[in-house]
């Protein structure tokens, strides 16, 4: 029986922080993992003498991993800049791929999961999403995972005093888009009525649902033929909503849960 390297095992054990981590700064899990992919292959295309040189191989992945999503956030912001409509953050997975097995038995690695929290929500990753790089990076490192001033520093190629400017205008820019958080039963109660009104077709109970000054923020995939621009107002939303699904004709509405809680959205239905 093979004992088990500790110092390998340390290493992979940092998996969980660095895929937390990329995905809070890029808002993509496919885009996280092949950042956390690249970061353990230029760890182990270090020699052992090199790897062994570094103090602290779990600051030297997490270091890695940031200033790779650094680079990428960079080259993101210009791709979103000519994105036709609006643009929404990755969601998670659903439940059912985190909830520990998946299709044939085969148990989750607890590693790959993502810790669920408001920095994860996508209200959350939105607002993450009007920042810089450098801002972003400045708040997850230090705000979200407590990570020194002057780590970020190296990272991003400032001073600890300018990367302390950063988080704080970050803050900022949370603090003037968060609005109070529903409970999570009111919130679900309100989700369950909304699909039995669609089921029921039911168009005055669905505007009745939602508030008067609602907006909704759709994501086409940056198709030119896709929702452009927010839909302002319960009836707008709706209106939208209903007309949708007489062009598509095969529409349901499914229930998932967010890192925010409940939520709903049009589907095309599977084909029987």
């Known amino acids: 029986m093979t004992t088990p390297d500790p110092g390998e095992s340390a290493i992979t054990s940092e998996r969980a ?9 890029l808002g993509s899990m496919a885009e996280a993992e092949d950042v956390v992919q690249e970061t353990y292959a230029r760890w182990y295309s270090m020699t052992p003498a090199q790897q062994e040189a570094i103090g602290s191989p779990g600051g030297w992945l997490t270091k890695v991993a940031t200033r790779i999503c650094f680079d990428l956030l960079g080259s993101a912001r210009v791709r979103r800049e000519s994105y036709v409509g609006e643009w929404i953050p990755e969601p998670l997975p659903g439940l059912a791929e985190w909830s520990g097995e998946r299709p044939g038995g085969i148990t989750a690695d607890p590693a790959d999961r993502v810790t669920l929290d408001e920095s994860v929500s996508m209200a959350f990753l939105i607002v ?11 708040f997850i490192l230090h705000d979200v995972f407590g990570y020194p001033f002057a780590d970020v ?25 968060r609005v109070p958080a529903t409970p999570a039963v009111r919130q679900a109660r309100v989700v369950g009525e909304f699909k039995r009104a669609w089921n029921a077709k ?9 508030d008067p000054g609602a907006t909704m923020i759709a994501d086409g995939g940056g198709r030119a033929g896709a929702v452009l621009r927010p839909i302002e107002g319960a009836a707008q939303i709706v209106r939208l909503l209903v007309n949708l699904a007489g062009r598509q004709g095969d529409l349901t509405v499914l229930i998932g849960r967010s890192t925010a809680g409940p939520a709903w959205w049009p589907s095309r239905a599977a084909p029987s």
């Open 17 to 25: 922080l660095l895929i937390n981590v990329a995905y809070r700064l």
């Open 128 to 138: 993450l999403e009007s920042m810089t790089p450098a801002e972003r990076v400045a």
């Open 153 to 177: 520093a190296e990272i991003v190629g400032r001073t600890p005093a300018a990367c302390r400017q950063l988080a704080f205008s970050a803050r900022r820019r949370i603090g003037a888009a």
């Open 202 to 210: 039911d168009i005055e109970a669905l505007v009745a649902l939602l």
